[in-house]
């Protein structure tokens, strides 16, 4: 059998991925059920640490829904400062010059992301605002 290192941390039993949080929820699950096919029979797991396996089960799952409450916090955050800018003048960047004077008619979604439509037509992000009047 071949065995792949791990980056572990501190003595916590931490480690450090490049796996978002619901693949490393799934390979906690894969790694806690093949530990108890294969424990020995007649030395099972203690209680104890299949409990804190349980809590740091428990723990994932609710940092997954942290996670997905705060993006969608920030989404709404954002779509409620672009929606507060319709009819007001900004100043935005074009590369490396600053545009001024352009009324927000609109706020249009794309990818999930706001994006200010101006009387001309023109879109930009609201990242590009550097003034609103």
Same mark, same amino acid.
């Given at each position: ?20 949080? *619901? ?48 993006? @969608?916090?920030?989404?709404?955050? *954002? ?12 100043? @935005? ?41």
């Amino acid at each position: 059998m071949q065995v792949t290192a791990t980056s572990m941390s501190g003595g916590t039993g931490s480690f450090s991925s490049a796996l978002n949080p *619901a693949e490393q929820k799934e390979m906690f699950l894969r790694l806690l059920v093949t530990q108890l096919q294969n424990q020995d029979p007649m030395n099972p797991v203690n209680n104890e640490d299949f409990l804190s396996q349980m809590a740091q089960f428990t723990s994932v799952e609710q940092q997954l829904a942290m996670v997905e409450r705060l993006d @969608y916090m920030a989404t709404e955050a *954002a779509m409620n400062r672009s929606v507060a800018m319709i009819g007001r003048e900004v100043d @935005y960047l074009n590369g490396d010059e600053i545009v001024g004077g352009a009324t927000v008619a609109a706020v249009s979604f794309q990818g999930g992301q706001p994006r200010l439509v101006l009387e001309d037509g023109t879109q930009i992000s609201p990242g590009q605002v550097v003034r609103v009047q």
